[in-house]
């Protein structure tokens, strides 16, 4: 079988080369201008997207996360600053120079846009159609892409006669055609259900890793992120509110909007629910305070919450705790009363931050 894709560049780069993007917004506006006036989608985002990575984009409804991902195949054109392509400024290309550059540039949707009357094949043989290969390379291309995306086998079957998954599936293939280096990802995997999405995001990530295609995976559900991504940019109201290592910003989020994200897919976010709820396990004493800790050192072995109540004389009770792996490294967390006189609680607590671990008190009534 022929290969279609060609080894990740990335992979093959010494540590101590700089790294080009091979995205770069820079000081990114867009406003919309309609009869209803003026409407500022974006606002001066500036990011670097590095190849073979996989970047997030997280926001809620209305964020302005279609539109950044549409700027960078030319659906949409920036208002003020650059968007750069493969060091393209694309506000420079003219219409033939765009259009070559999109063909470097796939994407997929959350509705799969198939074609209801083509077979799977015939869905994608599509975007070959005007490519200069003969028959046989491209049935070659269709047969290999069928094989990566795990759909030997149904290539006579039409859309309607798949599951949305597979349907998912036939995109990916049908967005790989034309061997893009670039993957656009608007919401693949949120009309799918849990288990199915799984499946979609670690295709993704097994392309990523095989073919290093650079993907951009806009979600709103921060599970997305967590499962798939390396790096994420959290959008608010048109503004990058937080960026970095999905890690990073696991371990330490500095935005509102970014710890309630990461709450979603924490089991230590339940403890909001069950304040809410008046549960009576949440029944906080005039002596108790209750805390929430994460802590992230690779080494997790210090029994610190032994050490803290031996060392201050303060009781603590664990009332949910969880530890998890991202990127293949371990943030641990816990939600516990401590009590105690207000004094050796706060002495407690600072031993703890001493210790690299992320203290905050819940306040409730
Ligand atoms: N073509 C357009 N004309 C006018 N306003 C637009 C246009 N496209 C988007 N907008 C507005 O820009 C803002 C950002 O929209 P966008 O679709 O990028 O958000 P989003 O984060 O992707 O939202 P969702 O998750 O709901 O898809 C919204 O207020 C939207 O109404």
């Given amino acids: 079988m022929t290969h279609l894709f060609s080894p990740s560049l990335d992979s093959e780069r010494k540590h101590d080369e700089p790294r080009e993007a091979i995205i770069r917004f820079d000081k990114v506006s867009k406003t919309f201008r309609s009869g209803d006036g003026e409407h500022a989608a974006l606002h001066d985002i500036s990011a670097d997207i590095f190849p073979g990575s996989i970047f997030g984009i997280i926001g809620l409804s209305g964020a302005g996360k279609s539109t950044l991902v549409r700027l960078i195949n030319g659906i949409e054109q920036a208002t003020l600053g650059e968007?750069?392509?493969e060091g393209q400024k694309l506000s420079q290309l003219n219409a033939r120079q765009g259009r070559k550059l999109r063909t470097t540039i796939g994407m997929i949707f959350q509705s799969c846009n198939l074609m209801p009357s083509r077979t799977v094949r015939d869905n994608i043989l599509l975007p070959l159609q005007d490519k200069d290969?003969?028959?046989?390379e491209r049935e070659q291309r269709v047969d290999s892409l069928l094989e990566l995306v795990g759909l030997s086998g149904r290539e006579r079957a039409y859309p309607n006669e798949l599951s949305g998954g597979q349907q998912q599936r036939v995109a990916i293939?049908?967005?790989?055609?034309?061997?893009?280096?670039?993957?656009?990802?608007?919401?693949?995997?949120s009309a799918l259900d849990p288990a199915t999405t799984t499946s979609i995001l670690d295709l993704i990530r097994t392309i990523n890793r095989n073919t290093g295609v650079t993907?951009?995976?806009?979600?709103?559900?921060?599970?997305?992120?967590?499962?798939?991504?390396?790096?994420v940019m959290v959008l608010d109201h048109g503004t990058v509110v937080e960026q970095g290592s999905v890690y990073s910003i696991f371990v330490n989020p500095h935005d509102a909007l970014t710890r309630t994200f990461?709450?979603?897919?924490s089991n230590l976010g339940r403890i909001n629910d069950l304040i809410?709820?008046?549960?009576?396990?949440?029944?906080?004493?005039?002596?108790?305070?209750?805390?929430?800790?994460?802590?992230?050192?690779?080494?997790?072995?210090?029994p610190l919450v032994s050490l803290m109540t031996a060392r201050f004389g303060v009781l603590v009770n664990i009332l949910l705790s969880d530890i998890e792996s991202i990127g293949g490294r371990p943030i641990g967390g816990l939600v516990a009363t401590i009590e105690g006189s207000a004094e050796?609680?706060?002495?407690?607590?600072?031993?703890?931050?001493?210790?690299?671990?992320?203290?905050?008190?819940?306040?409730?009534v």
């Fill in 83 to 85: 968007v750069i392509v």
């Fill in 133 to 136: 290969l003969s028959r046989e």
């Fill in 173 to 189: 293939a049908r967005a790989l055609a034309n061997n893009p280096r670039i993957l656009l990802c608007d919401e693949a995997t």
């Fill in 215 to 231: 993907v951009v995976m806009v979600t709103h559900q921060m599970s997305v992120i967590k499962h798939v991504c390396d790096e």
């Fill in 262 to 265: 990461i709450e979603t897919t």
């Fill in 276 to 302: 809410h709820a008046d549960n009576p396990a949440i029944t906080i004493g005039k002596r108790q305070r209750l805390i929430r800790l994460q802590y992230s050192k690779e080494d997790v072995s210090e």
């Fill in 344 to 364: 050796n609680i706060e002495s407690a607590l600072d031993f703890l931050r001493k210790k690299d671990v992320r203290v905050e008190v819940i306040e409730h």
